[in-house]
């Protein structure tokens, strides 16, 4: 039997990190957007003599270093007496590292497709085993309960899913570009200085948002966001400037990575494209806004 789990893809728009020592209670604050694309998981058990977890991105298997976190949740929700094979592949639609909740995605995907094989946790219980790894290793604070409401989110309670608390914000039909650019390590943004700048700027985007909770009112708390906590720099900034000349919103940078967003309306499309082609970039997408929660099931492909 082949289960397969779908998890959208997640941008942060602007965040306020919460440290605790009960990882349940870690988490962040803040905004971001779920995306039509995203995570697609799928995993195949067979029984066996012993007990044995492999772990493929796109098709490529993957050492434990290399995806601790899944195999981690695996471990976790694999019962101890099973004895077989696991196997778990991952395929994402955007690279990893890039801002858009891959490991997340990779952590909540496994959880989920285990829990449904095996019938041995709820869907809140996996989700919160897939938090709770990724807190503890630094692959992000807000993603996975973020994913399991979708839509244009609001955290506004820090805490994995069942603990923290997320509205969602009434929106017109927008595509969303996304602009994949480079790498950028959430474990050493969160341990670097910037992070006193980001828990003022993320504060006060946060209370501001509550106040008029609109998209277009979050572009432009994102955009200020990026800009205070000196994030958007460089040519990531000017990549985003040229981009505004053409749409009624402004774009920002996805929390964390080096990698844009924009909210755009259908007839802005057309010139952002030719804009994108001038300036070289080919690798972007354009995305729905994905307004349900993760699916999972039997595949039969």
Not at 33 to 39: A, E, M, V
Not at 85 to 109: C, H, K, M, R
Not at 127 to 153: C, F, P, T
Request: aromatic letters at 8%; one cysteine or more.
């Amino acid at each position: 039997m082949l289960i397969r789990a779908f998890i959208p893809a997640h941008i942060t728009a602007f965040f306020v990190p919460k440290f605790n020592e009960n990882p349940l209670l870690t988490g962040s604050l803040g905004a971001g957007i779920n995306l039509t694309k995203g995570t697609n998981v799928f995993v195949s058990i067979e029984g066996g003599l012993e007990r044995h977890i492999h772990i493929a991105f796109n098709g490529e298997p993957v050492k434990r270093e290399e995806a601790v976190i899944s195999y981690s949740v695996a471990e976790e929700v694999i019962p101890q007496e099973f004895k077989g094979e696991v196997e778990i592949w991952q395929y994402f639609d955007f690279p990893n590292g890039y801002g858009f909740g891959n490991s997340a995605g990779g952590a909540l995907g496994t959880a989920l497709a285990l829990g449904y094989y095996f019938k041995n946790k709820t869907f809140l219980q996996a989700a919160q085993i897939a938090h709770k790894h990724e807190v503890l290793n630094k692959g992000g604070l807000g993603d996975v309960i973020a994913q399991i409401h979708g839509g244009i989110e609001i955290r506004i309670k820090a805490g994995a899913p069942g603990i923290g608390v997320v509205d969602n914000i009434f929106s017109e039909e927008y595509k969303v570009l996304a602009i994949p650019l480079g790498r950028l390590s959430t474990k050493e943004v969160l341990d670097s200085d910037i992070i006193k700048a980001i828990e003022k700027e993320g504060q006060k985007a946060l209370e501001k948002l509550l106040k008029n909770p609109t998209p277009e009112n979050l572009m432009h708390l994102a955009r200020d966001f990026a800009e205070n906590t000196g994030l958007l720099q460089g040519e990531l900034l000017e990549i985003a400037m040229e981009i505004d000349k053409l749409i009624k919103l402004p774009s920002s940078m996805i929390m964390l990575g080096k990698s844009l967003f924009a909210l755009l309306r259908k007839e802005e499309l057309p010139k952002v494209q030719e804009k994108l082609r001038d300036l070289s970039i080919d690798n972007y997408h354009i995305c729905g806004i994905y307004n349900e929660r993760p699916k999972v099931g039997r595949w039969i492909g």
